[in-house]
């Protein structure tokens, strides 16, 4: 059987996560990868395939974009060729954002990606757009063999997906920072929430949040609200973050 | 070795997993519960050790108050003995919450507890606070028995972790909600997100909540800030919530 033949274009955290896992599958590739700084990605990539001129990127049979919003209609633009699969990877830009002289799609991973963390690909979820329903077989192939999450979605439902990871993923982690700020003004190391905020995840994963809520809002206890305004009351931020996000959940479950 | 026997007070989702570890470790031994209702723990507890009238409670060297923060101060000065080491558990309430006539302190678990799910005890973080010096040993004997992480912690340090914690698993779990009424709403299950949110999660065991921020306010990108805002514009909480989250971290990271 013949392998598929896959160019990555980009060398940020998605583009490394990507080659790592495509140069695992024996049924994939690799075949060129381009990146403005060979060098960010080198540790990686065999310079034979390695390019920092997008003309000199070779053949393949999926072209897979993981650069940033913004450089994704110039990038695209600029390849010097037509009617070949090329595919972006972000959650929030529509597919039409490709240039059209080349046959588009989306792969979007929904993960949060460092340099540093490995993150088991497989478990990541990949959301396939395609405009030509001729490429679909192809590029929903190449998402099962790196993923055992693949589900299709236009770029609108893309859209509202993005806006809730942003909730739940960049939302949240700021809210880590919040309660790590809290405890270092008192002396505290943020190590002791580790295992709290551990479960909090673990909870969801088996029960809704719904079901899952707790705490002082959850129950409509307003001795405790008070005393922690009280306790936060020199600090403006922390107020007004307090003060939404409990009133919110005392209206959510009656309590207001 | 003579066991150290402890009685429980409540019959919440506290009492059940201090119960439940209790019976695990050879070096205590469980005397006695009270719970109003019994039939709630009956499926935990021996009838003879439970008891429905705190005037029956056994003789005990700790009596653990896993009661409703409001119920602390009526419960500790019904208990028909004095001078003897009586503990809540709240994260909330000082020490003094307890009637005087007992030798008091505090035993906080900082995590979250439903009945449904089944948390390994040794991996709470437990957080011990006394009254009399004299006490600490065995209060802290008692604490290490039942897990790995035993601080000692003053009572206003204890509002400050307590604060924290809501924080960081109460206003979190709150955020997955959003998100999950997103995903309804454009017919896209929460399953999608788990990943995610687990990832998030395990990310800050290893870095800061401020190393492991990602997203588009961490990036300064208000192209999509303002196509998110757009895409929620029929929801005022949803907008609300999204503004002064974003505009935390667009201050934070300098991208105001």
């Known amino acids: 059987m013949e392998k598929i033949k896959v160019c990555i274009i980009g060398s940020g955290n998605v583009a490394i996560h990507l080659i790592k896992n495509i140069l695992e599958v024996s049924e994939l590739t690799l075949v060129g ?8 990605i ?5 310079a034979q395939i390695l390019f920092s001129d997008l003309s000199q990127l070779p053949q393949a049979d999926l072209y897979i ?6 450089a994704i209609f110039t990038v695209s633009n600029t390849l010097p060729f037509t009617d070949r699969l090329v595919v972006h990877t972000s959650g929030s830009q529509p597919l039409e954002i490709i240039a059209a002289k080349n046959r588009r799609g989306v792969l979007y991973p929904l993960q949060t990606f460092s340099k540093s963390r490995n993150v088991n690909f497989k478990e990541v979820p990949l959301f396939v757009e395609i405009e030509k329903e001729t490429d679909r077989k192809l590029l929903e192939k190449v998402a099962r063999l790196l993923s055992f999450n693949v589900y299709p979605l236009d770029s609108n439902k893309r859209k509202a997906l ?3 990871a942003v909730f739940s993923a960049n939302f949240v982690n700021y809210l880590y920072g919040m309660a790590s700020d809290i405890l270092t003004t008192n002396q505290l190391p943020f190590e002791v929430l580790q295992p709290l905020i551990k479960e909090v995840a673990n909870k969801v994963q088996e029960l809704s949040p719904d079901q899952a809520q707790t705490g002082p809002a959850r129950r409509g206890d307003y001795q405790t609200i008070n005393a922690h305004l009280q306790f936060l009351e020199s600090n403006l931020k922390f107020t007004e973050v307090y003060k939404l996000l409990s009133n919110l959940i005392l209206e959510k479950y009656g309590k207001l």
């Open 42 to 46: 080198s540790f990686l990539v065999n």
């Open 65 to 70: 974009m993981a650069v940033s919003d913004d």
């Open 162 to 164: 993005h806006v809730a």
């Open 33 to 40: 990868v381009f990146a403005r700084k060979v060098e960010n």
